[in-house]
């Protein structure tokens, strides 16, 4: 059993940051692909960024050049570096965990984007 904690969120002004991050128990975290995904209510579920075991990262476009992915597998975690931060930002952001066989969701952390 995986188990993905997310932690980070909260309130801030528009252009203001944020760094969420997802702490992974129960598992090798090296052997996953990771990833943010994001939802507000009413909407579909979306992938924000991702980052492979290998490395390689992923972006939406609606997010490139203001959010950071990156991990650090020795402390089974995954980071998201958010910047520049617009009020469509606004949702619950869910960390991911994929392996070849398996998917696993965290909790979810909210992200409010307000003056």
């Known amino acids: 059993q995986v188990q993905l904690v997310e932690s980070g969120g909260g309130l801030v002004q528009p252009g203001g940051s944020l760094r969420l991050s997802c702490a992974g128990s129960g598992t090798i975290f090296s052997i996953y692909d990771m990833g943010w995904y994001r939802q507000a209510p009413g909407e579909t579920r979306e992938l924000v960024a991702a980052i492979r075991v290998g490395g390689r990262t992923n972006y939406a476009d609606s997010v490139k050049g203001r959010f950071t992915i990156s991990r650090d597998n020795a402390k089974n975690t995954v980071y998201l570096q958010m910047n520049s931060l617009k009020p469509e930002d606004t949702a619950v952001y869910f960390c991911?965990?994929?392996?070849?066989?398996?998917?696993?969701w965290g909790q979810g952390t909210q992200v409010t984007v307000s003056s």
């Open positions: 991911n965990a994929r392996s070849t066989i398996r998917n696993y």
